[in-house]
């Protein structure tokens, strides 16, 4: 086991000691009480496994059964509107 202190922590992750002791507080990282605080080093790495973002995996199959969608056919669904029909030029009869 290896106790790093939060300035250790914030070097290897590249962020302000302030973000360490924000994760500390809220929980997402495990730290030993004291002066000065310690992490262990195992947790640290353990919080930077479940912090990354993993790529969706090729197998064509898309969560909860749903049909793989294009990025074009994504994009017409989600951001560009939907084409309205157009309307009557045909004005109202005046009686």
């Given at each position: 086991m290896k106790?790093?202190?939060e300035q250790e922590a914030s070097e290897i992750l590249?962020?302000?000691a302030e973000k360490i002791k924000r994760l500390r507080l809220s929980g997402r990282?495990?730290?030993i009480?004291?002066?000065p605080v310690?992490?262990?080093e195992a947790d640290l790495l353990a919080f930077i496994e479940a912090s990354k973002i993993r790529a969706?995996?090729?197998s064509g199959n898309a969560p909860e059964g749903k049909p793989k969608l294009s990025a074009e056919a994504?994009?017409?669904l989600?951001?560009?509107?939907?084409?309205r029909a157009p309307r009557s030029s045909k004005k109202p009869a005046n009686r």
């Open positions: 106790l790093i202190t590249r962020c302000s990282l495990a730290y009480p004291g002066r310690m992490i262990d969706p995996t090729s994504w994009a017409r989600a951001v560009l509107k939907p084409k």
